[in-house]
């Protein structure tokens, strides 16, 4: 993993939805809309956040949400051109904050360029997998222009599927990468990466990080063998969707084992790879409409920013925003919402949470070895947990992360001689910190550690 990599705490934008932008491609002949400098005025506020790196969503040309990508070369009129482009990355350098591209190179929109041609052009059509068998719940779609079934990317029609077995596709996405490696950014989010065979991403890396060597890889992979996918691929890491899952539902089931469970399994990937963590992000409903009890989101934060990992916030949780997505056409605004011009007109009611944020943050950047963190439980029943987090390397750095879903105080039966409270529930308006550490209120949290 790339060295700036280890300090990484990313703040996410979906640049579509951030911006306001309109919902499909600019017709032909319109002046490109120049969206990215909303985002740049962001930029400050996403450092007093505490964050290091801008991981932004798609901003290359697009039919739609720009997952449906057409040009891979060129910015979406609808957010700017190169300019704006070369506008962001130089800002967001200036202030110390590496950005992060995401890259949709499983599919392609249908009127991608060579897709368009690939009815009459044998070459072109090779870009693009053709579905064999029966159709299924991701099976293909016939193109109506005539060229036959192609595969699509989980059933959807405007989404046909490259075939990663031939080597101009190969040789484009190393041209893609490198180019905006070349531009300014620090690395790629690789979209759906899951569906895309791991010795594709290592035959591109291979090109790709000789001439990029501290540039920084994430897959977004949901479920399966995310060590043995590291391991075949060659990325720096993947999503943790596991440990995503493990924290909202155990605080709603009142069922902190679940969080044990999978806190043991995300030890053992750290081992091997340091995985992206996060509690929301551009897919997923927002933590505070999926928690059935809003007491209960500083416990959430708590364990991201006290396990190990490289954690990311999803623009707008920082406010506490709800949003609820659903399954249909249109089913992500919800959690893709318009941000205003300048912060100063957010409305005071996120204020609370942007605030927990900061200083949890905090915590993490003045304990940089969290990242590589060995998180251990030495007290656990299914309302109250303690979780140990050490550095591997130093045992001399602990923390203790202590959880409370009932509705009294309790006090967990934990070694906490010469540790202080860091951080808690109370320290944001509620009850005062108890006398002993080891107490924590109802429905609270508490972090201690060497003060």
Not at 24 to 39: N, T
Not at 67 to 87: E, K, M, N, Q, S
Not at 169 to 177: A, I, K, Q, T
């Amino acid at each position: 993993m790339a060295p700036w990599a280890e300090h990484a705490i990313w703040w996410q934008v979906y640049p579509l939805g951030f911006t306001g932008a309109e919902t499909s491609a600019l017709p032909p002949g319109e002046p490109a809309r120049h969206r990215l400098r909303h985002v740049e005025a962001w930029l400050d506020y996403a450092v007093e956040l505490g964050c290091s790196g801008l991981l932004l969503g798609p901003v290359f040309a697009s039919e739609t949400h720009g997952y449906d990508t057409v040009d891979h070369f060129r910015i979406d009129p609808r957010l700017g051109d190169d300019a704006d482009f070369d506008r962001l990355a130089s800002a967001a350098r200036g202030r110390g904050l590496h950005l992060l591209l995401d890259g949709v190179f499983n599919h392609v929109g249908r009127s991608f360029p060579v897709f368009a041609r690939a009815a009459g052009d044998p070459r072109a059509a090779a870009w693009f997998r053709r579905e064999t068998g029966e159709t299924g719940a991701g099976g293909s779609i016939g193109d109506a222009g005539g060229t036959g079934e192609y595969a699509t990317f989980e059933g959807h029609h405007r989404l046909v599927a490259l075939d990663h077995d031939e080597p101009a596709v190969l040789d484009h996405v190393v041209r893609v990468m490198d180019h905006w490696l070349a531009r300014g950014a620090s690395g790629w989010r690789l979209d759906a990466a899951y569906a895309v065979p791991a010795r594709f991403w290592r035959a591109a890396l291979d090109r790709v990080r000789p001439r990029h060597p501290h540039a920084w890889f994430v897959g977004e992979v949901i479920h399966g063998d995310y060590a043995g996918y590291v391991h075949q691929s060659g990325l720096d890491s993947v999503t943790q969707y596991e440990l995503w899952k493990a924290i909202w539902s155990s605080l709603n089931d009142g069922n902190l084992h679940e969080l044990a469970w999978t806190l043991q399994r995300h030890v053992a990937l750290l081992e091997t790879f340091t995985p992206l963590t996060f509690v929301g992000n551009h897919d997923v409903t927002r933590l505070a409409s999926r928690l059935t009890d809003r007491r209960h989101l500083g416990h959430a934060l708590a364990v991201l920013f006290t396990v190990g990992g490289v954690p990311s916030v999803y623009y707008g949780d920082e406010q506490g925003l709800t949003g609820v997505k659903e399954e249909r056409e249109g089913g992500d605004d919800a959690v893709r919402p318009v941000f205003p011009a300048t912060p100063g007109e957010l409305p005071p009611s996120g204020r609370p949470v942007h605030l927990l944020h900061r200083r949890l943050i905090g915590l993490r950047r003045r304990h940089p070895w969290l990242v590589r963190a060995r998180t251990a439980l030495p007290y656990l029943d299914n309302r109250a947990a303690a979780l140990e987090s050490a550095d591997p390397a130093d045992p001399g750095h602990r923390l203790l992360t202590l959880l409370n879903l009932d509705d009294r105080p309790r006090r967990l039966p934990v070694e906490t001689g010469g540790l202080a409270v860091l951080e808690s529930s109370g320290s944001s308006g509620g009850a005062p910190s108890p006398a002993d550490p080891a107490v924590v209120p109802a429905h609270g949290w508490t972090v201690l550690g060497r003060a």
